[in-house]
């Protein structure tokens, strides 16, 4: 059974930083890519940052050179450190395949005060 479990949110003031962590089982981690995606209020999830098997990155624009997606086969866990946080980066933030085939953990909240 495939489980995903992330942790690490919390509220912090806007120029702060939080490392997101997601802990996968039940799934061939190795060789999926994998990726963070963002639920902000009232809008649709989106994917922020996603990383394949071989570790290679991408980003939406809005978080580039700010975020950092990384992964540890070893531990089967994604991790997304975010830095020079910004009020529009609040939301639940979820990990997932690639695909988003995955079924949806609990997710973290993410909250950026000005």
């Known amino acids: 059974q495939v489980q995903l479990v992330e942790s690490g949110g919390g509220l912090v003031q806007a120029g702060g930083s939080l490392r997101l962590s997601c802990a996968v089982t039940?799934?061939?981690?190795?060789?999926?890519?994998m990726g963070w995606y963002r639920q902000a209020p009232g809008q649709q999830r989106e994917l922020v940052a996603s990383i394949t098997s071989g570790s290679n990155t991408n980003y939406i624009d809005s978080v580039k050179g700010r975020f950092t997606i990384s992964r540890d086969n070893a531990q089967k866990t994604v991790y997304l450190q975010m830095n020079s946080l910004k009020p529009e980066d609040t939301g639940v933030y979820y990990c997932n395949n690639r695909h988003a085939s995955l079924s949806w953990g609990q997710g973290t909240q993410v909250t950026v005060s000005s």
């Open positions: 039940g799934v061939g981690f190795r060789f999926a890519d």
